[in-house]
């Protein structure tokens, strides 16, 4: 099983549709990460989270929120799907503390808003 | 956070070695370098991560001069399989103000 494990793997949805992507992780670690993909953008940061009762804004939060449900949880989601939303979506987690550590990622969701 | 630059593009031919060059003039004193390396379609995975002088592990090995103000991904032979986008970044990984930014990294094509 995967240690960061994101539902659905792939998503259609309708524009102004609300839509909920969310990732689940096993590997006890305090910070998860939203992040889309667009082609030739690199990965860009959405919200992140360092601990069960602190999120943050990313690099582009805009149209986006997430929840934070447990240490092991963390949901993202389009109140109002746009098609400029199309994108892959990943999750990730690391770990708090000490100057090196590493983040895992999620397998991906790919959304498309029609 | 420091600001990182790396060429967008590099071609390659199996069996060379490929050197791919991070600039991070603003590195601050607890900072570490890590590389990603992502496949299409899959999300990003560790490879290396060094503070200094030279790291090697069984995938690639990571240069950083003494200044700290560059580094240096350095993969062996490389194969068609290697061909991705590799991303550098730099932080306190676990540090309170690390929030992992990746930017646009370097696609690596390996060609037969």
């Known amino acids: 099983d995967a240690d960061v494990t994101q539902t659905p793997r792939n998503r259609i949805t309708k524009t102004g549709k609300r839509i909920m992507l969310e990732c689940s992780q096993t590997k006890g670690h305090d910070r998860m990460y939203w992040y889309r993909q667009d082609p030739g953008l690199g990965l860009r940061l959405i919200y992140y989270s360092f601990d069960v009762k602190d999120i943050n804004k990313g690099e582009i939060s805009d149209g986006y929120s997430v929840s934070r449900q447990a240490q092991a949880k963390f949901s993202l989601s389009l109140e109002s799907a746009i098609p400029n939303q199309t994108a892959l979506y990943f999750c990730?987690?690391?770990?708090?503390?000490?100057?090196?550590?590493?983040?895992?990622f999620g397998q991906g969701t790919r959304l498309t808003v029609v | 956070l420091a600001k990182t630059t790396q060429p967008i593009s590099m071609d390659s031919y199996e069996g060379q070695e490929v050197n791919i060059t991070c600039s991070h003039n603003n590195i601050a004193t607890n900072d570490y370098i890590t590389w990603y390396q992502q496949f299409p379609s899959q999300g990003p995975r560790f490879i290396i991560q060094g503070y200094k002088t030279k790291v090697t592990n069984e995938v690639a090995s990571l240069f950083i001069p003494a200044d700290r103000k560059s580094s240096t991904l350095s993969l062996p032979r490389v194969s068609l399989s290697d061909t991705a986008v590799y991303y550098c970044l730099v932080g306190d990984m676990g540090g309170a103000t690390n929030k992992l930014i990746f930017g646009t990294g370097t696609l690596l094509a390996v060609q037969p």
């Open positions: 990730a987690t690391s770990e708090s503390g000490g100057l090196g550590t590493e983040a895992f």
